[in-house]
């Protein structure tokens, strides 16, 4: 369960591994990029209770990135986006420049590949991507 605050950003964000693990086992928040990376490319159900016991609103699932749009953006991207990456689309994630929780869309412009590796760096890294109107991606450190 996440709450409100924890969705929209107001929350502390923990670093410490282990301090995500103990909250993910026990059912607590996740904070920040904790929760980024485990909602990048998952489907997931919006559940608002006001109390333990009184649903305000449920949606369904949100739909996983279909089979067309991935192949559409690996012809585009071929291999990793991150600056001077050239790992195979085989090795790579469909990462979402602006999360979905936080309002992204899943479509061509939002979606890029990223490796394994990269898309560990944008999650738990710091590090920040943008795409421009003419396609080009830009990486920005920490």
């Known amino acids: 369960m996440i709450d409100i605050r924890t969705l929209a950003g107001d929350a ?18 996740i904070f920040g990029p904790a929760l980024d990376r485990i909602l990048c490319d998952a489907s997931f159900r919006a559940l608002i209770t006001d109390g333990p016991r009184t649903i305000l609103a449920m949606n369904r699932a949100t739909p996983d990135i279909s089979p067309s749009l991935r192949q559409a953006i690996r012809i585009r ?33 939002n979606l890029i590949l990223l490796c ?10 710091g590090w920040a991507l943008a ?12």
């Open 12 to 29: 502390n964000d923990p670093t410490d591994v282990d301090q995500v693990r103990s909250e993910l086992a026990y059912g607590g928040p």
């Open 77 to 109: 991207d071929q291999h990793c986006q991150f600056c001077g990456c050239d790992r195979h689309h085989t090795w790579c994630d469909l990462h979402h420049i602006i999360p979905r929780h936080r309002g992204g869309p899943t479509n061509h412009d």
């Open 116 to 125: 394994r590796h990269h898309h560990g760096l944008v999650h738990d890294g």
């Open 131 to 142: 795409r421009a109107p003419n396609g080009t991606v830009t990486v920005h450190s920490p």
